[in-house]
């Protein structure tokens, strides 16, 4: 896709501004491209995308936690090192500005880096979990991110286990061979049909099943904006497509509605 003039950029972000400023319930789904300010890689970039690196398969599938779980957790100890010093880019910032403002009414998000909790989104649902815990799969209750990380630093092979029963723990997002959380995904759903206007940012819509939370706003007559570099199988449906930078447009968003 062609990045659109600044005049055309300006010209979506005014149309975004109006439709935001006439809804009576505006709803964000972001995806891993909101995170790329942060330093953080998205999964599907051509030549940047942590999935060109590593097979999901082979370290990010449940299959592989049960099966292997030196080798899963080699990957998931270095994502938790990573994502730990990352920090919201104001991206992050401009969603939670724009909850505060009374003018969005919730987050889901597909993103499981704790960014937009870090930034203070209060109404936040996390569709694919999130690294802030880990749990044993056969014992009750969970540990913190802190404690899991103290864990894989102690362990010899590197994998957290749980202190009852030995077994190793397991971060508390959804891998590759899991369903998502029922009550997450009810939640996201009735937001997203009951939005006048659904945010979608900095996500290629191709993960199902959140790739289709778009259509159900649309098909109850909401507005649907897509904010994200690169196609999307959804485009055709956007009433205001941008794919520029995602922190200059938020930004210049925020400036349109005065906040």
């Known amino acids: 896709m062609a990045a659109p003039s600044r005049t055309g950029a300006q010209a979506g972000v005014a149309r975004l501004a109006e439709l935001i ?33 590593v097979d999901p398969m082979e370290v990010a599938h449940i299959d592989a936690f049960r099966s292997d779980p030196v080798r899963f957790w080699r ?15 104001a991206a992050h910032e ?30 936040l649902v996390e569709v694919h979990g999130s690294i802030a815990s880990c749990s044993c799969l056969s014992c009750p209750g969970a540990v913190p991110v802190e404690e899991a990380r103290a864990r894989i630093a ?41 939005a006048d206007v659904l945010l979608c940012i900095g996500s290629s819509l191709e993960v199902h099943p959140v790739a289709g939370l778009p259509l159900l ?19 055709s449906l956007a009433a205001v497509r941008l ?13 349109a509605l005065g906040l």
């Open 154 to 194: 102690a362990a010899a092979d590197g994998v957290p286990r749980c202190e009852s029963c030995g077994e190793p723990l397991k971060p508390d997002v959804v891998l590759f061979g899991e369903l998502l959380d029922p009550a997450a995904l009810e939640r996201a759903r009735g937001l997203c049909e009951g």
């Open 243 to 255: 794919s520029g930078d995602v922190v200059a447009e938020l930004s210049s968003l925020l400036e």
């Open 217 to 235: 706003t649309d098909a109850a007559g909401g507005a649907v904006a897509i904010l994200t570099q690169g196609p999307t199988p959804l485009d």
């Open 21 to 53: 400023r006439d809804a009576d319930s505006v709803v964000a789904l972001t995806g891993a491209g909101i995170s790329v300010p942060s330093g953080i890689p998205d999964f599907r970039s051509p030549g940047i995308g942590l999935w060109e690196r």
């Open 75 to 89: 990957f998931y100890g270095e994502r938790f090192a990573t994502l730990g010093a990352k920090q919201p880019n």
């Open 94 to 123: 401009a969603l939670a500005a724009l909850e505060r403002a009374g003018r969005l009414d919730a987050l889901i998000t597909q993103n499981v880096d704790m960014l937009h909790r870090r930034a203070g989104t209060a109404e």
